[in-house]
């Protein structure tokens, strides 16, 4: 029983020096999106100091849930490649970095639920607010974060870092749910990019808005996360992947909630642009400054002062100004 117990080890800490050079990687990559992330978060605080109270609260808390799990993320490398490396057993090690590394799908689960949601949102309101559309969404944005959240669990349960080969029939449900509605939801979004923005944006404005405001990026490493799971069974590979489409996830929150769509504040800046613009187009002469239209009706303006048409001695007219003493006019 020793001896099995000691060759089990060996191979998984054989699989786990074979696979961890990837998941640096892949942290890395992950790393570059949270900045991503953070600069969004940040343009929108600068853009909108008055927004809801509600937006606010989702913004930070998509901030704190990342920076959590990208911490987790470097914490097991660290204890993995450093500090734990030829200092610990096997088992102490293994067990260490467990479950700082297999808590990521579940927090990615979560950033799935707020993007779901948020783009359904948007999806909802371009489909004129159907009811059964409205259920399909958030029935299947649950069913994706619930069956998530059962596989972590399982995952636990074993007390050990592979051995994923046992959650197939997991995986494959969360695949089926998540992939058809993401890819619903990214074809109507493209759609109405794509007839809403035309040619009014610069061409890596647009991209931008394609890639991550539609949900398109976050779809494609949804299938890129089933796929290696299943073509490259026994490696973390897929868990890199889900760590980087955790930040994918808030990146399109985050940007749809700065689009006109969703934020109030937003509709409200871009209407006095509009007013801005119709009325610098018009006919109508403007001056650039207010101290200048001051200054030049202040040159052209003459003293004016009130008079009327007095009779003289002799029969003839002439005119006389009047003075107001005591509140009678008085000619001068």
């Given amino acids: 029983m020793d001896m099995d117990q000691e060759l089990k080890m060996q191979k998984m800490m054989t699989d786990m020096n074979r696979n961890w050079g990837s998941l640096f990687i892949e942290t890395i990559a992950a790393s570059v999106f949270y900045g991503m992330m953070l600069l969004q978060a940040f343009t929108f605080f600068f853009r909108y100091p008055k927004g809801h109270f509600r937006d606010k609260g989702i913004v930070i808390l998509l901030c704190v849930v990342n920076t959590a799990a990208l911490a987790l993320a470097w914490h097991g490398l660290y204890t993995f490649l450093i500090t734990g490396h030829g200092r610990q057993g096997p088992m102490q090690l293994i067990r260490s970095v467990n479950w700082s590394i297999l808590i990521n799908p579940a927090i990615t689960s979560l950033m799935g639920l707020f993007a779901h949601l948020c783009l359904g949102y948007r999806v909802w309101k371009i489909c004129n607010k159907n009811v059964f559309m409205a259920f399909v969404i958030i029935f299947a944005s649950a069913a994706c974060f619930a069956l998530t959240v059962v596989g972590v669990g399982i995952r636990f349960s074993m007390h050990e870092t592979f051995g994923f080969e046992r959650m197939r029939w997991i995986v494959l449900a969360i695949g089926i749910t998540t992939i058809p509605l993401e890819g619903g939801i990214v074809t109507v979004q493209c759609i109405w990019t794509r007839n809403t923005v035309g040619s009014t944006k610069t061409p890596l404005a647009r991209t931008m808005m394609y890639v991550f405001n539609t949900g398109l990026?976050?779809?494609?490493?949804?299938?890129?996360?089933?796929?290696?799971?299943?073509?490259?069974?026994?490696?973390?590979?897929?868990?890199?992947?889900?760590?980087?489409?955790?930040?994918?996830?808030?990146?399109?929150?985050?940007?749809?909630?700065?689009?006109?769509?969703?934020?109030?504040?937003?509709?409200?800046i871009e209407i006095g642009v509009n007013v801005t613009r119709a009325f610098a187009r018009s006919s109508t002469p403007a001056f650039h400054s207010t101290r200048q239209d001051s200054e030049m009706m202040l040159q052209n303006m003459t003293p004016v002062r009130p008079s009327r048409m007095h009779k003289t001695s002799d029969g003839s007219l002439e005119t006389k100004d009047l003075d107001f003493k005591h509140g009678r006019a008085v000619a001068l």
């Fill in 217 to 268: 990026l976050a779809l494609l490493l949804s299938i890129t996360t089933i796929v290696t799971y299943f073509a490259m069974p026994g490696t973390l590979v897929f868990l890199g992947i889900n760590l980087i489409l955790a930040k994918v996830y808030a990146i399109a929150v985050l940007a749809n909630m700065k689009s006109r769509g969703f934020n109030p504040e937003h509709r409200q």
